[in-house]
């Protein structure tokens, strides 16, 4: 397997220096198109779905599909990546330094995930242009990922021609496959207390913050906070958000009782039923402590606490054919590889709920979400050769 470097690292060099983040994918969709009809690939098969028609906040485009027919008779496979960044990639300005890239200016570079988008670019292209023989298969390039995996929960199995089995790139080393991950789910609580003037009628008052302070108080107290075990069961769990309505500060002034607090967290575990006993400890809580916190006329707030899924955890049998092949894959071209267990979520979350035995493997993207983040030029290329390696098995 001889790829061209360079060009290689030009082209993920290319794909940072493209602005996408989370939501406004549009413009990195039509370059990645642009690039995979520049490299041979018929555009016949390059399409996108109506994903974002789905997803319940604006969201420029659907996911980016290329569905392939192959050249070699077995299952259909699916390789998969993320088109979006967080917001802090904004304005990034990729440069070569050593063996890395990173970003020339104060922010964050983008490797999560356009390392995984030059990875299968290049796997495409070394299999166009060289004429390589390979399975049916199928690459999604999904949007929203950074902000719930949203392209991924939406996608349709039709549209990906009802794949066997999936490939993710996302995340730091190929040498490590993501075989089991933690699921999360959001919570939101509104706690409606009643205001009034601090200094003359403080008893009058119902205060929001007491109450949430109270409760996170007690949360902690319990070991419901942070990372938790309990009875053998490990878990994690933190507040987010601590706010008004309006992604302002909770409270207006300090001569009055504050009336209204909002509060965003998640709950995240392998175990789902662990993961909806974290959130109902948050609950439970909440609610306690609004008996505590009474007016003078022994009236207390109302709380309105809602949930929902995030994404679900999932486990893979080690003896799995997805498992075998990214293994045998990785021993051909000399990558020794271990499994991993995962604390976040990944677009493989909703790609196995969907029905596809999914594996993940880095792409040298290291300290994402960050000004420190960089990719190691060494690893992005090996996960290209990796990629490549399971497409022409």
């Not at 994918?25 to 690939?41: M, P, R, S, T």
């Not at 000399?334 to 035995?357: C, E, F, T, Y």
Request: glycine share 10%; proline share 3%.
């Amino acid at each position: 397997m001889h790829l061209n470097n360079d060009e290689n690292l030009r082209d993920v060099i290319e794909l940072l220096s493209i602005e996408g983040i989370t939501g406004q994918e549009k413009k990195i969709a039509y370059a990645v198109k642009d690039k995979l009809i520049n490299y041979g690939v018929p555009e016949e098969y390059i399409f996108f779905d109506d994903a974002n028609k789905k997803i319940p906040f604006p969201t420029e485009t659907g996911n980016l599909i290329v569905k392939l027919p192959g050249t070699k008779t077995g299952d259909r496979v699916l390789f998969s990546t993320h088109l979006d960044t967080v917001s802090l990639c904004k304005g990034a300005e990729p440069i070569l330094a050593d063996n890395k890239i990173i970003s020339n200016k104060e922010t964050a570079l983008g490797a999560d995930n356009r390392g995984g988008v030059g990875c299968l670019v290049n796997m495409l292209k070394y299999i166009f242009r060289n004429e390589i023989d390979y399975y049916p298969m199928t690459i999604l390039f999904t949007v929203r990922e950074e902000s719930g995996l949203w392209g991924a929960r939406n996608i349709s199995i039709e549209d990906l021609g009802y794949p066997k089995m999936g490939f993710n790139t996302d995340g730091s080393s190929p040498y490590q496959i993501m075989t089991s991950a933690v699921g999360a789910e959001r919570w939101a609580v509104e706690i409606y207390g009643k205001g009034s003037h601090a200094g003359v009628a403080p008893e009058k008052g119902i205060s929001s913050t007491m109450i949430a302070s109270i409760a996170l108080s007690n949360i902690y107290n319990e070991g419901w906070f942070g990372k938790i075990n309990k009875n053998g069961k490990e878990g994690t769990s933190n507040i987010g958000y601590y706010g008004d309505q309006n992604g302002n500060c909770a409270g207006s002034s300090t001569n009055q009782v504050t009336d209204y607090v909002k509060i965003n967290g998640e709950s995240r575990s392998m175990h789902q039923d662990f993961i909806s006993e974290i959130t109902q400890q948050y609950e439970k809580h909440f609610i306690a402590a609004s008996d505590l916190v009474r007016d003078s006329e022994n009236k207390k707030a109302s709380i309105k606490f809602k949930k929902n899924i995030d994404y679900y955890p999932f486990k893979l049998d080690d003896n799995l054919e997805v498992i075998k092949i990214i293994k045998d894959s990785a021993n051909t071209i000399g990558i020794k590889s271990s499994n991993v267990q995962v604390n976040g979520g990944l677009d493989a979350n909703w790609l196995i709920r969907n029905g596809i035995p999914t594996v993940t493997f880095g792409n040298g993207h290291y300290n994402p979400h960050s000004l420190e983040e960089y990719l190691d030029i060494k690893e992005y290329l090996d996960s290209c050769r990796l990629a490549i390696s399971i497409a022409t098995r």
